[in-house]
């Protein structure tokens, strides 16, 4: 290994790299567009609150007044209150696409106070999912509230409402961890399935095997450049975050192991799907059915807690998957063990894939 | 010392036996012109030489060295354009040759490197805007940045059209008058012909001639034919008195001669023999005429050559 003609190399790869608008693209500007555009779409997802079309019959009454204000209370519905509507309230509803509604009916306060059965109806939309569980409970909840005061009972298990970790988490404070997975995934592998495929049909292997530079020394210069690219793309994305978003990620190093051995796992693998491939358009379809789940199962965009069992379990053997959980563990937990734990995982399948991908790699043919 | 040694090679791909069985030297200081069809075993054996491929069996030695085992050794003495020569796309010719220099660990000559090669006005521009002539002349740049003692040319000129091929012969030249060694497949028998002072000629991955392109002719060539445009009746006069054997051929009549003095007595019997002839001319066999013989077809980047007619000598 002589370090001077791997910088030589390294200078030469590194240009060649940011002159293709793809190779530039796709490693540092695309990771950025989709926390602008996730991070905008879902910024405001842990706050937000469920619609309520309320038809309230019994207007006026101070009872009806409290019972929507301890609604409004709930934090988690917002009561859009509609005047008496002719017909249907259902119907009505239906056309407006409402997510939910409720009827409090006429004589609401007199039923109360004299402590005659009185219903509220809710009506929830099939279309709206979880929200209308969420109408569901919080109205249920308030009507207990009401029975227990109408009872003269005191409530003897009351809630607090506590926060994991020490401070609230967003939905970009996931994101980005997420991200920096993406770009440590996204760049290496598709720049190496394609280097290693093309350059071989086209001959360039073979230009370098009759200069001094080594196969090592190649692979070296390469891994160099993708992870300072996976660097240059975390600071990217954290200063976005933060800048944009008020991001809460903390830059431990923690994160450190993660952008080096990251690069050199899909390095790896890169070299290895294009390698084994016989032609650059096999080599394109191979790492694209590697990366694409990957890319979506790994915990990238959404966390992996909140998929069903069976693909909690296949993201649990996608390498990706334990890059994402060591950079949430180190960035946003300070889980040192768990950080360290998926440190030890990653670069154990590293070292795997890299032997794999530097024996299947040829310079020159038998 | 022979700068290339080859004897008994033998490269198989699979079945697929494309070398089989060559011997082969090359002095120093010569070029010396490897010449086939497409398919003959050219490349393969070229690459077997630059330390790229390893040979089923025989024994190979170039500048003293076995390529396979010591090409590591052997790569900073020789230069090498491989066939259909590709380069980063992204990188102009300068830079190209500023990394080959820093490979190599010698200073960049990209300057003097890109005036031999009449690049010098393209230097800054990137690869993939470079024409087909252009490529190939970053591809001899880039083989002579550690100023090697031997330089493999793998069909340097194919595909490039007559100025480009001329461009690339002036360096090729100028490369020989410094005294290297020049190992060139083509399967121009023009460009050999120009170039090289040894030819070999291999058709399905076996030597079928080898020496100075007049030594091929002479060995492999018919005998020189005197051809007069006269009346066929001629012929039977002539066969009859000579003993050489005589063809019509259209409206001429060709005679196959031992020497320019057998052509003096046969023009003199005819012209006292008092039949009417318009004109006479001996033939020789060119490079093509023998190549043809050899390998059975001759194609060239216009397509198919026509059946030969021999030409004027």
């Known amino acids: ?366 | 010392m022979a700068a290339i040694e080859i004897e008994k090679l033998v490269k198989d791909y699979g079945d697929v036996h494309a070398v089989r069985g060559i011997d082969l030297t090359v002095r120093e200081g010569e070029v010396f012109a490897f010449l086939g069809p497409n398919g003959a075993g050219k490349t393969t054996t070229v690459e077997i030489l630059e330390g790229l491929r390893r040979p089923t069996s025989g024994k190979v030695r170039v500048l003293g060295l076995d390529p396979w085992t010591e090409g590591r050794a052997l790569l900073r003495r020789i230069g090498v354009i491989p066939q259909e020569f590709h380069f980063f796309p992204k990188l102009s010719p300068r830079e190209a040759i500023d990394l080959h220099s820093g490979l190599f660990g010698v200073p960049s000559r990209a300057r003097e490197l890109l005036e031999q090669v009449e690049l010098t006005d393209k230097a800054d521009a990137h690869y993939d805007t470079l024409s087909g002539g252009q490529h190939q002349k970053v591809g001899l740049a880039l083989a002579l940045v550690n100023d090697p003692e031997l330089c493999f040319l793998d069909e340097p000129t194919t595909g490039l059209d007559a100025r480009a091929r001329r461009s690339i012969w002036d360096v090729v030249q100028r490369l020989k008058s410094e005294g290297r060694t020049i190992f060139l497949t083509t399967h121009y028998l023009e460009e050999a012909h120009i170039l090289a002072n040894r030819i070999a000629i291999i058709n399905e991955g076996q030597i079928v001639a080898t020496g100075t392109p007049d030594e091929i002719i002479r060995q492999y060539g018919r005998p020189e034919r005197l051809r007069v445009v006269a009346d066929g009746g001629l012929a039977a006069q002539l066969r009859a008195k000579f003993g050489f054997p005589v063809e019509v051929v259209g409206d001429a009549i060709e005679i196959q001669v031992r020497s320019k003095k057998d052509s003096v007595r046969v023009i003199d019997f005819i012209e006292s023999s008092g039949v009417d002839w318009q004109s006479f001319s001996t033939e020789q066999d060119t490079l093509e005429d023998v190549f043809i013989r050899l390998v059975g077809r001759y194609e060239d980047s216009n397509g198919p050559a026509g059946p030969s007619g021999g030409g004027r000598a």
Do not use: C
Request: glycine share 8%; net charge neutral.
């Open chain 1, 1 to 366: 290994m002589n370090p001077k003609r791997i910088a030589v190399y390294f200078v030469a790869f590194a240009k060649g790299f940011l002159r293709n608008p793809m190779g530039l693209f796709f490693s540092l500007i695309f990771p950025v567009i989709l926390i602008l555009i996730f991070g905008a779409v879902f910024s405001n997802a842990g706050s937000s609150k469920t619609p309520v079309t309320v038809e309230n019959l019994d207007q006026n009454s101070p009872t009806s007044q409290a019972f929507l204000t301890a609604l409004n209370q709930t934090g988690v519905l917002t009561v859009n209150l509609v005047g008496p509507q002719p017909g249907n309230f259902s119907d009505y509803l239906a056309k407006q696409s409402a997510t939910a509604g409720l009827v409090i009916p006429d004589g609401f306060q007199a039923d109360y106070l004299s402590k005659s059965p009185v219903s509220v109806l809710v009506f929830t939309n099939p279309t709206a999912g979880s929200a209308s569980g969420i109408v569901i409970g919080a109205v249920t909840g308030v009507v207990n509230g009401f029975n227990l005061h109408a009872a003269n009972g005191t409530p003897i298990v009351s809630e607090v409402t506590l926060n994991v970790g020490s401070q609230i988490y967003t939905y970009i404070d996931y994101l980005i961890p997420g991200l920096i997975g993406f770009s440590v995934l996204i760049a290496p592998m598709f720049s190496m399935v394609n280097i290693s495929s093309t350059w071989r049909r086209d001959g360039l292997f073979r230009r370098l095997v009759l200069t001094p530079l080594t196969r090592a020394e190649w692979l070296t210069a390469a891994l160099l450049w993708f992870v300072l690219l996976a660097t240059i793309s975390a600071f990217l994305l954290i200063g976005t975050g933060v800048l944009l978003f008020g991001a809460h990620v903390s830059i431990t190093l923690a994160v450190a192991p993660f952008l080096v051995v990251g690069p050199v796992l899909f390095v790896s693998l890169g070299l290895l799907a294009g390698s084994v491939s016989t032609s650059p358009e096999s080599a394109a379809v191979i790492g694209n059915v590697i990366t694409f789940p990957m890319m979506f199962l790994s915990g990238t965009f959404f966390p992996v807690a909140e998929f069903p069992q069976y693909l909690q379990t296949v993201a649990h053997v996608l390498p990706l998957y334990y890059v994402i959980d060591g950079l949430n563990a180190g960035m946003l937990y300070g889980n040192a063990s768990t950080a360290l734990m998926d440190v030890v995982v990653t670069l154990a399948v590293a070292i795997a894939l890299f032997v794999l991908g530097a024996r299947a790699f040829k310079w020159r043919d038998e």
